[in-house]
């Protein structure tokens, strides 16, 4: 079994080349303006769980997971041979919510600190 050291190397380097290549090599306008937001791979090194997001948020989620999971032999082939490893994992997309989130609580914030200044301003 590779180290955690080894194991966040592989993360890594896979979502660095999967991210150019979803620019570059992927045409399938399914998967336009995705973002890898995190890779794990486990210790066995048998599956890579790639965390995904859109600009457009959760509308998007099935019709990106169903063009990513389209593309996942292309796009693991492409990775094998970029990133020598004796067997390359199976990659497995998930959507990841985070970054929706995160939005969701700037708007809070700003919100309340507009209402807290109208409240001093009185």
């Not at 794990?40 to 997001?53: H, N």
């Not at 509308?59 to 492409?78: C, I, N, P, T």
């Not at 700037?106 to 001093?120: I, P, V």
Request: negative net charge; charged residues 30%; glycine residues 4%.
């Amino acid at each position: 079994m590779p180290s955690q050291m080894r194991l966040q190397r592989i993360e890594n380097r896979i979502r660095e080349i999967l991210s150019e290549m979803l620019i570059r090599d992927v045409s399938d306008p399914r998967v336009s303006g995705v973002f890898i937001n995190n890779v794990d791979v486990d210790r066995e090194l048998t599956f890579a769980t790639v965390y995904v997001s859109s600009i457009e948020g959760h509308e998007r989620a099935k019709e990106v997971l169903e063009g990513l999971e389209s593309a996942s032999g292309f796009l693991r082939s492409a990775l094998s041979s970029q990133i020598p490893l004796r067997t390359f994992p199976h990659l497995r997309f998930r959507w990841d919510p985070t970054p929706e989130h995160a939005d969701k609580i700037e708007r809070l914030l700003s919100d309340l600190k507009s209402q807290e200044k109208g409240t001093k301003e009185q």
